[in-house]
């Protein structure tokens, strides 16, 4: 069957072609972006600036009298390194004008959380328990673990990072621990350092 | 994912829907002049996704290119050239063993080129909710 044409054409209407264009082209943009794969939205600078509040954290702890004290210690240092982390992350991706729970954003956050909410409910369980001296351990094991999770979705040094911070949880767990505070600054410290500038440099900031 | 259009593509212009209204009123022109801004090199698609995908990587293979943007060899080494030519994106030839190896990576100028382009986008988004 033949198309009908009307008589009287439609104006042409207002350019919406413009506006769609151009929201479908960031759209490209954006998807070119996740699947080259490359992007992260994880900061290297911020992990860095951890690893800095990690090491003065560690310098503070071992200075202190009892295991309990250097916890506190450590408790501090957890409050405020994820509030620079998270301020670095926004950054970074407003910069990158990435929207932060896009796709692999959003998958990143479903799959660190669980393992980080597990850690402060244990770290309360044990401390009950007074089981002090084996939170160290278990917070590396399962930051690491959420690190790993989270990384299957992100640059692949992301889990290697993780993967490192497991290792480090192991040791931990199976020695003394006077060693604690020094194997916290290793990992929290040293790791973050150690893998944040190559993030930083190759991976957008 | 359908393969990209050939580099004779650009020279389509880009706009020509909203030329047709150009002059009915002052929002449209203004838009329109925005529009006429934009920077045809990167706006064409398989150049934009290149230059996209090369902002958030150190530098890519021809293959990860060719892989990622689901062109043939012919149609991303002219769109890649030309993109070279705008000093864009830098190329290095090396070899792999016996394997020659091309890379390309995003130059300062086509950073800022993505961002003009960016901006542009978002300008014409703007002035769209705005009327």
Redo the contacts between chains.
Sequence with gaps: MASVTPLHRAP????P???AR??D??A??RD??E??G??TAVSGWAMVAVGIIATVAAMIASAQDSVLQSLYVWIAAAVLAPVVMLWGIVRKARR??MPLLSGPGRKFVLSFSPPILVGALLTIVLFRAGLVGAIPGMWLLLYGTAVVAGGAFSVKIVPVMGICFMLAGTLAVFTPSAWNDWIMAAAFGGLHIGFGIPIAR???G | MAKHGTARDDRRPN?S??R??RGKSDE?SV??SR?DALDRLI?E?LR??IV??L????S?SFSDLKK?MNTTDGNLSVHARKLEEAEYIACTKSFEGRMPKTRYRLTPAGRRA?ERY?D???A??RA??E?
């Design positions: 042409a209407s207002e350019p072609a413009l506006h151009a929201m082209n960031l490209f943009i070119t972006m699947a080259a490359s992007f990158a004008r190759r991976h957008g | 706009v829907n909203l047709t209204v449209v838009a329109s529009a706006h698609r934009l996704g996209s995908a902002a958030v990587n150190d890519l990622l993505l960016l542009h986008m978002e014409l988004i769209t909710r009327r």
